[in-house]
């Protein structure tokens, strides 16, 4: 088993930054892949970014492309999003999930997930 425990969530001002943290425990050695989700009020939840084990290959969906990235530590215990230039879009729940396998991570099929953070930004 593997528990998540993400922080960092809050409010900002639209244009402005936050960094999302991740925090893993666990069975840390199954993870191949982590990643990112959000889901906004009325909305399906999304994958916004995800993290390959080696921590070389990363994904972003188009909307925020340039302007969030995922990270890890090297020991994979820490899971981190920085979002700049934030905007009321990005206005969510945010999520950390973790894959076993690399199948489960190209097909965004996450076997444990954490709580979530929420983050809103204002205009």
């Known amino acids: 088993q593997v528990q998540l425990v993400e922080s960092g969530g809050g409010s900002v001002e639209a244009g402005g930054s936050r960094t999302l943290s991740c925090t893993t425990s666990g069975a840390v050695y199954t993870i191949e892949c982590m990643a990112w989700f959000r889901q906004a009020p009325g909305k399906q939840r999304e994958g916004v970014a995800k993290?390959?084990?080696?921590?070389?290959?990363?994904f972003y969906t188009d909307s925020v492309k340039g302007r969030f990235t995922i990270s890890q530590t090297n020991t994979r215990t820490t899971l981190f999003l920085q979002m700049n230039s934030l905007n009321s879009e990005d206005t969510a729940m945010y999520f950390c999930?973790?894959?076993?396998?690399?199948?489960?991570?190209?097909?965004?099929?996450?076997?444990?997930w954490g709580q979530g953070t929420q983050v809103t930004v204002s205009s």
């Open positions: 999930a973790a894959a076993r396998s690399g199948y489960g991570c190209s097909n965004w099929r996450f076997d444990y």
């Open positions: 993290i390959l084990r080696s921590g070389l290959t990363t």
